[in-house]
């Protein structure tokens, strides 16, 4: 996952600092928000998910059935 290490880093401290959250973890959201933000800056991810949307998007069209419901477990006994 991107930035997982920067979200785990920001999860910690928040839950370390509670309610001074937003004075004390200013660093590991900075460098959370400097993570993705070079992400959503790089064409090359842009494009795998505009690709990744489009052939969600066509499965959808083609079945009807939203990718969240697809993916979810169908009952055993029917």
Not at 31 to 45: I, Q, W
Not at 49 to 62: D, G, P, Q, S, V
């Amino acid at each position: 996952m991107a930035c997982s290490e920067q979200v785990q880093d920001f999860t910690k401290c928040c839950k370390d600092s509670g309610v001074l959250m937003v004075v004390k973890c200013r660093k590991e959201n900075s460098a959370l928000k400097d993570c993705l933000t070079s992400y959503y800056k790089d064409p090359a991810f842009y494009e795998e998910c505009k690709m990744e949307y489009l052939k969600e998007r066509e499965e959808f069209r083609r079945t009807g059935i939203p990718t969240k419901k697809r993916l979810q477990k169908l009952p055993t006994s029917m």
